[in-house]
């Protein structure tokens, strides 16, 4: 267990100014529901780089990347998740990385949702030699509004496996 532990250690400090910087982006540029296509494109371009399978353009403009463990133990599958959307608020910090959009900010931390989650998944990449089964990471558009799971849902990603 302390080798894995240790391993998980390194692995987010070898992502952790990656995870920052894509936060910082994606706070910078927020999108309200069901116009995250900068923020998806961030995500895919990462997804891209690391060779990880994935679909996009689910419920508009959702993500769902898939990483399959490598043990011929139990083959279950798991999901997590992650909301992309911004709010209709006028961002009033100062911060180096405020949003440069007006009238929109991720006053709701998705920002931080979609980075961590991105994160998440570079490590379990890594480690996907040391588990069986699959796991699915859900960018999911929407989430404040009229979008949220349900779309992504009826577009079938909770299907195969």
């Keep these: 267990m302390q080798?894995?532990?240790?391993?998980?250690?390194?692995?987010?400090?070898?992502?952790?100014?990656d995870i920052v910087e894509l936060r910082h982006a994606i706070h910078m540029h927020p999108e309200l529901e069901f116009e995250e296509e900068n923020t998806?494109?961030?995500?895919?371009?990462?997804?891209?780089k690391y060779k990880i399978k994935y679909k996009r353009n689910i419920?508009?403009?959702?993500?769902?990347?898939?990483?399959?463990?490598?043990?011929?133990?139990h083959k279950k599958c798991v999901l997590l998740r992650a909301d992309m959307d911004a709010l209709p608020v006028q961002e009033e910090?100062?911060?180096?990385?405020?949003?440069?959009?007006k009238g929109k900010m991720h006053a709701c931390?998705?920002?931080g949702?979609?980075?961590?989650?991105?994160?998440?998944?570079?490590?379990?990449?890594?480690?996907?030699?040391?588990?069986?089964?699959t796991i699915k990471f859900m960018f999911q558009p929407a989430e404040e509004g009229?979008?949220?799971?349900k779309p992504m849902i009826e577009a079938g990603i909770?299907?195969?496996?």
């Design 3 to 17: 080798q894995i532990l240790s391993k998980i250690e390194n692995l987010t400090q070898k992502y952790y100014a």
């Design 40 to 48: 998806a494109n961030l995500l895919c371009e990462i997804l891209d």
């Design 59 to 73: 419920a508009k403009t959702g993500i769902l990347a898939q990483i399959d463990g490598e043990l011929n133990a």
């Design 93 to 101: 910090t100062n911060l180096p990385y405020a949003s440069k959009i």
């Design 109 to 111: 931390g998705h920002d």
């Design 113 to 133: 949702h979609s980075a961590g989650l991105m994160g998440a998944l570079l490590i379990l990449n890594e480690l996907r030699e040391e588990f069986s089964g």
């Design 146 to 149: 009229s979008g949220g799971a």
């Design 158 to 161: 909770l299907e195969n496996p």
